[in-house]
DNA sequence: CTGTTAGCGCGTTCAG
DNA sequence: CTGAACGCGCTAACAG
């Protein structure tokens, strides 16, 4: 395994002129670069990364940290990080948390010691003490999806208040007023901001939220598939759901049709997030987030903080969402004639 | 960031010593263990993986490159990768090539900068010259599921030849005496084998696969797929089907279920891979190849080759195949009661 | 345009 | 049981 010195050795130069035309810095006459190519070729050499980094005290590399990485979105955020860091000459190391502040907390440890050069964190608590230690450290990080207390961080996240209340408007202009909300966890902040604002527009339609079924669980199909068995165990029949996230919505649907349910005609339901083109049912009404954004930008906002001379400001984006109207929502209680289930009936088709 | 230095000057002692602690290698006293450990917590001291493997020459990483993340029997092989090498202490680099010789070419450059301590190999081709590459950089290679030329590396794969003839020989017991073959590239050694233990179970039969209908495309659901269309044109008609791998049977039920064939009714499929439990389609008789067991010990061959004193010859590791009966095959012309087609009625359920 | 000096943070070696 | 010296392979900073 040969070294610089054996390249500057063989050139006739010194390793500085090796390293300057390797990495193309500073200058060098055409003569030494041609040597040296010559030498580098001859002796098959390829730069060790372990010294570079330790010397200059950069990895080119980001960490993004998330608490689920088999869910479409986060994936797409993965892919908005990859293709913002890529080109700007940053690797990316995958890190999956699967809720757990402890397994967060690992992940973060190892990647002080691999001295990744910043953390994109989709915080599995609000208080896991990640943040902190990266501080400590000096690593920079920026918090993706997930609201925090502390605002003394980047923070790149979609409007979670917002879409929420577009869906809940949705379905009250469809007529619904016994709406349900299936959300994850009530301390992360996705599921807090969106029973927020469905409670704005309840508020807003005259309709007190506290008459409402709204059930807190966690991000997944087991969890939404138990609390859809709630719901339908419950006096209220809610004519509409609100899914706090796609997983929630995968297990209210086989729920509701384990009940004998139709989606939309005898109840309708709307979902945060959307699901990627291709997916078995492109039937949902969804709010989307713009995921792949989220990670773009987060990883835009790290490496743009990494080449600044002085200490940037906290700043945060928070993205609006959008309103995607399927056939999973329709008005309540329209039973007259019962078409083929929209289940069945997709109106766009896989891709 | 506080360094090995900073620990000693805080706990008043050299920096050997604070290494020896971390490290727990040499001998120190329990007063200086005890020092050290507090300066540690004090100063929340994280060493520096890349100065410990820059001066250790080795970074406790192996790499597992092959040639399509997404097949289940490549993910299945990740596994025991990574259930020998962790708890060895070796972290595991996952490289894509898509079946691209230039991607692992150039996968195996970024292995060799990043000093990887061995590569895992499931080659492109016979020819893409990556063992090469990594043995003129001293980096050991193992390689995986497909024969090469060159026997001087390690190696561990199924037993294609004698899997195929089981395969085949399991169609010709059932009564078929026209076995259609639908494999990967020719140049891909486990298409090639497939075919040879194909070849001996037909002879053996005494029929001449010669007039046999023997197909090469490549191991993906599009190349099965048009095959099978190739297949369907054609005058013969076989009465059952061998698939080279998952994918190309997945084509291939798609193409036949177009053309309205009832598996196993009309026409009979057997499948080199076996699936994961929980897969759509559970039903399929397959030769079920080690997948596990190949990447466990492939890891396991490679740690032991780095821990070896002495060079290690190089080995090879061939394991068995085993046929799994299940609807998919069945006798040829069986057509007098026509049940409820067996794709509709797996054996086994999901887990 | 090029070379020299001096480390990055750690572990090996050997002398105490 | 401990420490001093040295170097892994590379580049920043300066001097020429």
Known sequence: MSTLNDVAKLAGVSTMTVSRVINGSGYTSPESRARVNRAIAELGYMPNVLARQLRSRRTKTLALVMTDIANPFFTTIARGVEDAARPKGYAVMFCNTDESVDEELDYVRVLIQRRVDGVLLVPASDSSGSLELLKAHGLPAVVLDRRLRSGEVDAVRADSEGGAYLAARHLLDLGHRE??????????????????????????????????????????????????????????????????????AFGAIQGLR??????????????????????????????????????????????????????????????????????????????????????????????
Chains 1, 2 share one sequence.
């Not at 299936?182 to 005259?206: F, I, K, N, Q």
Request: glycine share 8%.
């Open 179 to 248: 709406i349900a909300v299936l959300v994850g966890p009530e301390s992360v902040s996705t599921s807090a901001d969106r029973v927020s604002g469905y409670r704005r527009a309840m508020l807003e339609a005259g309709i007190d939220p506290g008459t409402q079924q709204i059930l807190f669980g966690q991000y997944t199909e087991a969890s939404g598939y138990e609390m859809t068995g709630r719901l339908l165990a419950a006096q209220s029949r809610p004519t509409a759901i609100f899914a706090g996230n796609n997983f929630i």
């Open 258 to 351: 384990e009940a004998g349910k139709e989606i939309p005609d005898d109840i309708s339901i709307v979902v945060f997030d959307d699901l990627p083109q291709g997916w078995v049912m492109p039937f949902l009404t969804v709010i989307a987030q713009p995921a792949y954004e989220i990670g773009r930008l987060a990883a835009e906002m790290m490496i743009e903080r990494l080449g600044a001379d002085q200490p940037l400001e906290p700043r945060t984006i928070v993205l609006p969402c959008e309103l995607i109207t399927r056939r999973s929502s329709a008005p309540p209680r329209l039973r007259s004639a019962k078409p083929t289930p929209a289940t069945l009936n997709p109106t766009e088709s896989p891709a």
